[in-house]
C-alpha cells in the first residue's frame, strides 16, 4: 500500500510538471501565425500562462483527488502574512539585484526581460489594469497552487521537507524559461517554499509572492526595470 501511494505522489508531480511544459511550448505556436503587434503579443501571452495553471492545476486536484488542505489552503493567523509581506519587501530588491548581475555578467543589459514581456502600454489602461491584475493577484495564487500547493505536498509526503522546498523552488525557477531569471527565482521560491512548511500554509507564500510581483510591477512603470 505505501508502495503504491509512493507511486501516486512522484505521478502526480510528473504529470504536473510535463502538462505545464507541454503547453509552454505548444502554445507559442498558433500566436506566431497571429502576426500581433508586441503588446498584444504580451498580453495574450500572459492570459494564457495564467489559463494554463489554472487547467493544469485544476485538472491534477481532479483526477488525483487532491482536497483544499492537502494543496495547503489551511487557516493562519494575520502574523505570518504580514511577516511574508515584510519579508518580500527585503527579498525583492536583493533577487532583482542579483538577476541583473547575473545578465550584466553574461553581457547583457541590467533590464529585466521578464517586467520587459509585461509591457502592454501601447493597448490602453484597460490593459494596462488587466495585466496588473493578473501578476499581482491571479498568477501569485495559480503558482503557488501549483508549485506550493501540488509540487510541494507530493515532495513533501515523499521525500520531507527538505526535498520539497528546494524541489518545488528548483522546478519554480526552471519554469521562468530564461536563464539569467534562474538563480533569483530560485532564491525566492526557497524563501516561498519555508512559508508553506513553517505555516503548514499556502497563504504566506501567496502573499509572498503577490507582494514580490506587486513591487516588481511598480517600480517597473517608475522606469527602474530590476
Avoid: K
Amino acid at each position: 500500500m505505501a508502495e503504491i501511494q509512493h507511486e501516486r505522489g512522484i505521478r502526480i508531480v510528473v504529470v504536473a510538471i510535463t502538462s505545464v511544459l507541454g503547453a509552454m511550448v505548444l502554445l507559442p505556436l498558433p500566436m506566431a501565425a497571429l502576426e500581433l503587434s508586441d503588446a498584444a503579443e504580451n498580453l495574450v501571452a500572459i492570459l494564457l500562462s495564467a489559463l494554463v495553471f489554472l487547467v493544469v492545476s485544476f485538472g491534477v486536484c481532479r483526477v488525483y483527488g487532491l482536497t483544499r488542505l492537502e494543496l495547503g489552503f489551511n487557516s493562519v493567523s494575520h502574523a505570518p502574512l504580514v511577516q511574508a509581506a515584510l519579508l518580500s519587501v527585503v527579498f525583492m530588491p536583493i533577487t532583482g539585484l542579483l538577476a541583473a548581475l547575473v545578465r550584466h555578467l553574461r553581457g547583457g543589459s541590467w533590464d529585466n526581460p521578464q517586467l520587459t514581456s509585461l509591457d502592454v502600454t501601447a493597448l490602453g489602461s484597460g490593459a494596462e489594469f488587466l495585466v496588473a491584475v493578473c501578476v499581482v493577484v491571479l498568477m501569485p495564487l495559480l503558482e503557488e497552487i501549483f508549485f506550493r500547493g501540488i509540487i510541494f505536498s507530493q515532495l513533501r509526503s515523499e521525500r520531507g521537507a527538505t526535498i520539497a522546498i528546494y524541489g518545488s523552488a528548483f522546478v519554480f525557477a526552471l519554469f521562468h524559461l530564461h536563464i539569467d531569471l534562474v538563480v533569483g527565482t530560485f532564491v525566492l521560491g526557497v524563501v516561498m517554499g519555508f512559508l508553506r512548511e513553517r505555516s503548514n500554509s499556502l497563504w504566506p507564500a501567496i502573499i509572498f509572492h503577490g507582494t514580490n510581483n506587486g513591487l516588481a510591477w511598480i517600480l517597473a512603470h517608475q522606469g527602474l526595470n530590476i
